[in-house]
């Protein structure tokens, strides 16, 4: 009878602490907050990854501690999502920041509203394109 008693008590305890995230995969623009709170996507100043906000490097240092807000904006839901870098360096998403269809994987923190990403999916670079001038 104790070994239920200490089983099911056991798998309580395992279901409320994965409760509060759930494993999610979500494809959208990968940018920084600051840059999704006024719509500038296309024309997203990377200085935002570095110090937070346009023109912020005029009061920035270099060795002043970096203010970067990585969210996803996901079309479908109309919203971003913040992001954590769980298992993903900073150098590995020079290939996705500010790009289109760009899926992360990883859990979902309802209570805080954050992605905590293990892992991430970007397009290929766009393929160069031959111009052959006046026509």
């Not at 109309?78 to 360096?89: N, P, S, V």
């Amino acid at each position: 009878m104790k070994k239920i008693l200490l089983a099911t008590l056991f798998a309580f305890f395992a279901v409320s602490l994965f409760a509060s995230s759930e494993e999610i995969e979500k494809k959208g623009f990968l940018t920084t907050k600051w840059c999704a709170e006024n719509d500038m996507f296309k024309d997203c100043r990377l200085e935002t990854a570095v110090c937070g906000f346009a023109g912020c490097f005029k009061e920035w240092e270099f060795g002043d501690p970096i203010k970067e807000e990585l969210v996803l904006y996901v079309h479908d839901d109309g919203r971003y999502y913040k992001i954590t870098l769980d298992k993903i360096h900073r150098s590995e998403l020079d290939e996705a920041i500010n790009r289109n269809e760009v899926t992360i994987i990883g859990s979902y923190d309802k209570k805080n509203d954050i992605i905590h990403a293990r892992e991430f999916k970007a397009p290929p670079p766009p393929k160069k394109s031959f111009f052959k001038g006046c026509l």
